[in-house]
């Protein structure tokens, strides 16, 4: 039987497999959820297993544990190592969901008019991450594994993976290979596929500004003493200029900008920014002068405010000077830019704009370097061809804004490439209610998988 005509007979199964993973609520950051979570890991080691992987084995952690398996044919053949993780977001706002989020549902969409799985995590990263194991399974049961390949899928990619550096450290040589493929970015659209060769970085910063020992009534002290939440809000609108810009000197020192031809080529891809715009509902776009939507997501860095508080916010009202106000603000970088860097440029400059009598206080939360992936290796060839395979079209290698801050540490550790072969759509609303994942980008991903492993190894004998 062909590896194909494999996955064919096993459509049902495949999609039946994949539910049970989606119905467990593995949320990384939620520790009433640790059981789950722990669940969800054994629920992949099972699978793995039986797919016809061996060793498969679970590794506890000092937060969620990774799972590690493997497949090798002969030590002389190339080896891939498929990374993806099996934690989700949390899934709130709860009333904002058609379908319950761990009970997968499938509908139809304009975008996706064969259907989609709707539910937390389906893209991001289970439908994803379990396409591999299915398309490994397709050829180790056809005796079409072409060479060898190992797995781990972590637990904790969206808390920032603290447990995984120390792992990758510690397990070098079980680790060993000689390309990292990851499912966890998106595809263009289904005409024109896309090769992530770019994910930014971040640096994710909580602030805070204390002006006085306790809150006082603002009739009293209103006017005469600082507010810190005016103080914040001042602060934090300095840091950047009227064309968008950041305003932290240094802040761009490190970014270098794609060539203008791989910038053209960024330009005249098939984005379609109606469509960008429509899946959140944003009432209009706002960013960077002189710089394309896809510019500002993917080559240009971000300075953002992801949440502040101060004060009363509660029911009613209350005429209160507050004593201190707060506020998470994230970095999101690129090109050569480095989080430890960024952010002492950042607690610098941010200090120096509070007046004298504001205590400021700033704490790195945690980060990770950007990573660019180099287009002129047989591993981004092999995922090119196979792409070309699957698609019918050469794929378009694409920037993206999101962050997988192991990758950097990937290169920096074991020192091997990474190649981010991405089925999703930057429209399944990741991290969002109602997340998705197409039943066609599903199966598309587990057909093409097995062409890059073919190409991959035929490229590589003849290099
Ligand atoms: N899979 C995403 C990252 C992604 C999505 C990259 C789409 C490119 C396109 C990943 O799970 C994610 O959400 N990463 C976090 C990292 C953070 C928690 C450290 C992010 O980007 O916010
Ligand atoms: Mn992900
Ligand atoms: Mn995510």
Not at 309 to 324: D, H, L, N, R, Y
């Amino acid at each position: 039987m062909t590896t194909q005509a494999y996955i064919d007979a096993n459509r049902e199964r495949y999609l039946e497999e994949l539910f049970q993973l989606l119905r467990i609520p593995s949320i990384s950051t939620a520790s009433e959820h640790d059981d789950d979570t722990h669940q969800c890991a054994v629920m992949v080691q099972e699978y793995l297993v039986r797919a016809g992987l061996d060793k498969a084995a679970l590794y506890p952690t000092d937060g969620h544990p990774i799972i590690y398996a493997e497949k090798i044919i002969d030590e002389s053949l190339p080896t891939v190592l498929v990374y993806g993780h099996y934690d989700v977001q949390p899934a709130d706002p709860l009333d904002e969901w058609n379908s319950e989020p761990f009970e997968p549902t499938i509908k139809k969409t304009e975008i996706h008019p064969d259907g989609a799985i709707f539910g937390r995590g389906t893209t991001d990263d289970k439908g994803q991450m379990f396409l591999h194991v299915k398309a490994v399974e397709a050829m180790i049961q056809t005796d079409s594994l072409p060479c060898n390949v190992k797995f781990m899928i972590e637990g904790e990619e969206e808390i920032g993976s603290p447990n995984l550096e120390p792992f990758i450290k510690k397990h070098k040589a079980m680790l060993k290979s000689d390309v990292i493929l990851i499912s966890d970015t998106s595809l263009l659209s289904k005409e024109v596929p896309s090769i992530t060769v770019g994910l930014r970085g971040l640096a994710y910063m909580d602030v805070s500004v204390k002006t006085a020992r306790a809150d006082m009534h603002s009739g009293l002290f209103g006017g005469a003493v600082a507010n810190p939440i005016n103080t914040l809000a001042k602060m934090i609108a300095q840091l950047k200029d009227e064309d968008n810009r950041i305003t932290i000197p240094g802040f761009y020192d490190d970014v270098h900008f794609p060539s203008d031809r791989d910038r053209e080529m960024m330009r005249n891809a098939p984005f379609d920014e109606q469509e960008y715009m429509d899946s959140p509902g944003v009432y209009g776009l706002e960013g960077q002068s002189g710089f394309h939507t896809y510019e500002r997501t993917g080559i240009l860095p971000t300075l953002d405010c992801n949440g502040i508080w101060g004060g009363f916010t509660g029911e009613g009202s209350k005429t209160v000077i507050p004593a201190k106000a707060s506020a998470k603000i994230s970095m999101r970088l690129v090109s050569k830019q480095d989080w430890h860097k960024i952010a002492d440029l950042f607690t610098e400059h941010f200090k120096s704009l509070a007046p004298d009598h504001a205590k400021v206080t700033v704490t790195p939360h945690h980060g990770g370097n950007p990573y660019v992936t180099p287009t002129d290796t047989p591993e981004y060839r092999a995922a090119a061809e196979a792409m070309k395979d699957a698609f019918g079209v050469e794929p378009v290698p694409m920037y993206e804004g999101g962050s997988i801050p192991i990758v950097a540490k990937f290169k920096e550790v074991l020192e091997v490439e990474t190649i981010l072969m991405g089925f999703g759509f930057d429209t399944d609303g990741l991290h969002s209610p109602n997340e998705h994942f197409g039943l066609w980008n599903y199966y598309k991903g587990i057909e093409t998988v097995p062409a890059f492993y073919r190409h991959y190894v035929g490229l590589k004998a003849g290099v």
